[in-house]
C-alpha cells in the first residue's frame, strides 16, 4: 500500500532531551512537510523540503531540525531548545510538477514532555 | 499575512440535519482551498480541493464553495450522519507560497452529530 508512516505514535520525552520522529513515505513524492498542531489550532509549517538534501524553514522552525538524505525520508529531531515541544506533529508530502496538487498527510506522532 | 479563520469553533446538530461550516480568508490572492477531516488523534483526510478558478466542487454528501473575492468558502454536508462527527479544517494556499505550496490553515470546526 502507497502511503506516509509515521513513527513512533506517542512519544514521551524528559525536559533537556533531544528526540527524533520518523516520517517515511512511498509515494516517490518530491515535497515533504513537518507540521505543529496544539490543541484547538489550526497546523502551523515547521520545516518543508521540495528536493532531496534542501529543506527551508516554515513560520516555527526554532528549537527543531530536519534532515533530507533520501526522497522516501524527512525526520524530524526536536531539540531541548524548544520551549514548548508537547504537541501532535503531522508529516505530509506532495507529488512533484506543475498543477495544483493535494498534500497527503501522515496519521501524526503525539509527544509529551514529561 | 495570510489568515485562516472558521466560524463556529463547536457545532452540535442532530443526526439528518443539513449542516453549513464557514472558512473565510483575509488575502484573496490564492491558488485553491481545501477541506480537511479530522478524527481524534489521526491525520488529516483531504475532502474537497477547490481551485481559484472554480466555485464549487462536490463529493457524495458533501459540497464546497469557493468566493474568493469575498475570501469566504462554505462546506456543506446533507443529512449529516454520526460517522461525520470530526474536526473540519480548511486551508488555502496562497499565491505568495511560491514553488514551496506550504497551506495555511484555520483552527478547524469540530462537528458532532447526535443520534
Known amino acids: 500500500d502507497g502511503g506516509i508512516t509515521q513513527s513512533p505514535k506517542y512519544l514521551f520525552r524528559k525536559e533537556g532531551q533531544n528526540v527524533t520522529l520518523s516520517c517515511e513515505q512511498n509515494l516517490n513524492h518530491d515535497a515533504m512537510y513537518w507540521y505543529r498542531q496544539d490543541p484547538g489550532q489550526g497546523l502551523r509549517l515547521i520545516y518543508y523540503?521540495?528536493?532531496?538534501?534542501?529543506?527551508q524553514k516554515g513560520d516555527i522552525a526554532e528549537g527543531y531540525s530536519v534532515s533530507r538524505e533520501k526522497k522516501e525520508s524527512f525526520p524530524l529531531t526536536v531539540t531541548s531548545a524548544q520551549k514548548n515541544p508537547t504537541a501532535f506533529y503531522l508529516c505530509?508530502?506532495?507529488?512533484?510538477?506543475?498543477?495544483?496538487?493535494?498534500?497527503?498527510f501522515g496519521p501524526g506522532t503525539r509527544l509529551t514532555v514529561l | 499575512k495570510q489568515e485562516v479563520t472558521q466560524i463556529p469553533a463547536a457545532l452540535s446538530v442532530p443526526e439528518g440535519e443539513n449542516l453549513v461550516l464557514n472558512c473565510s480568508f483575509t488575502d484573496s490572492a490564492i491558488y485553491n482551498l481545501q477541506w480537511f477531516r479530522q478524527d481524534p488523534g489521526k491525520g488529516l483526510t483531504s475532502l474537497l480541493l477547490?481551485?481559484?478558478?472554480?466555485r464549487e466542487q462536490t463529493s457524495g454528501r458533501l459540497n464546497a464553495s469557493l468566493d474568493k473575492s469575498s475570501g469566504r468558502s462554505t462546506l456543506y454536508i446533507a443529512a449529516s450522519q454520526p460517522g461525520d462527527s470530526a474536526t473540519y479544517l480548511c486551508?488555502?494556499?496562497?499565491?505568495?507560497?511560491?514553488?514551496?505550496?506550504?497551506?495555511?490553515f484555520g483552527s478547524g470546526t469540530q462537528l458532532t452529530v447526535l443520534p
Open positions: 486551508a488555502v494556499r496562497p499565491i505568495s507560497s511560491g514553488s514551496a505550496r506550504q497551506l495555511t
Open positions: 523540503s521540495q528536493i532531496v538534501n534542501d529543506f
Open positions: 505530509a508530502s506532495r507529488p512533484s510538477g506543475g498543477g495544483n496538487n493535494e498534500q497527503f
Open positions: 477547490i481551485q481559484s478558478s472554480q
